[in-house]
């Protein structure tokens, strides 16, 4: 065999490694509300912690983990600090986060805060059921008492839903289906980072991505949710969750009267079309 012979061989074999039919195969969850299994964010409190069911990651390790955490009407926490900075968006119900000495701000189904590491603050609930998805990038996440406060250099965010800046088609380009919405609350489109949708009542379309890391979180509404790996439509209400790895679309559908938000966290850009 010649030099030049092996050297074709050689670029072929690298360009074949390099073609998305011998990449990694897509792979894909959902897990419909009705399907989570419910715990303890503090299991030794018992009853009197919130609930709380890990999406995905595993909160008690050093891992990004994404959860539900549910609150009565009423609860209110004492002071107290985090390890770990967490994201939290409003589901279900009216939640405050801040100081201990700031005035209630009560925030409702969409809206989004961050609680930096460190910081002393409450938690409270005020609606009749109360959801947050609560999201981080590293763990065990654990609560401390206030007197072990620090500044890690971050500060908090508290993004009430009527506060919220959208982009549309007019503006994004990776959106081209009509009456379709877009935020960006943390991070960037080419990096990791977070998103919300507002999808139209009506809705029929994709969202398409090549990223390793794609998971959607269902914030409001109830949709038709289709894929290569679940053919047969699967509906799924507000605390929802779905994630795929590889290139992967989403089909989906709207079919109520009203609008359906999505929080997305990525590590690359998606389409919606």
Do not use: C
Not at 27 to 46: C, D, F, H, M, Q
Request: proline share 4%; charged share 20%; net charge negative.
């Amino acid at each position: 065999m010649t030099l030049s012979t092996k050297a074709t061989m050689l670029t072929l074999s690298l360009a074949l490694l390099s073609t998305p039919s011998l990449a990694a195969e897509s792979s894909s969850k959902v897990v419909a509300t009705e399907e989570i299994n419910w715990g303890y964010l503090n299991p030794l409190r018992g009853v009197l912690s919130p609930g709380a069911a890990d999406l995905w990651g595993d909160r008690t390790t050093n891992t990004a983990t994404g959860m539900l955490v549910r609150f009565n009407k009423g609860f209110e926490s004492p002071p107290h600090i985090h390890n770990i900075t967490y994201r939290g968006i409003v589901i279900e119900g009216e939640m405050h986060n801040a100081d201990p000495q700031a005035k209630k701000m009560w925030m409702p189904t969409g809206s989004f805060w961050t609680q930096p590491a460190g910081e002393d603050h409450t938690t409270a609930a005020n609606g009749e059921t109360n959801l947050i998805y609560l999201e981080i990038d590293a763990g065990p996440y654990l609560v401390k008492p206030s007197a072990e406060n620090f500044d890690n250099g971050e500060r908090p965010l508290n993004l009430h839903k009527d506060n919220i800046v959208w982009l549309d088609s007019n503006d994004l380009h990776d959106i081209s289906a009509k009456g379709v919405q877009s935020t960006y609350v943390w991070g960037s489109s080419a990096d990791m980072g977070g998103s919300m949708l507002k999808l139209p009542a009506g809705f029929t379309g994709t969202i398409t991505t090549q990223a390793s890391e794609f998971r959607l979180v269902l914030i409001s509404g109830e949709i038709g949710y289709k894929s290569e790996q679940q053919s047969a439509a699967k509906q799924l209400k507000a605390g929802s969750y779905v994630e795929s790895s590889g290139a992967y679309t989403h089909h989906i559908t709207n079919n109520g009267d009203q609008e359906v938000s999505l929080y997305i966290r990525t590590n690359n850009r998606y389409q919606v079309k």
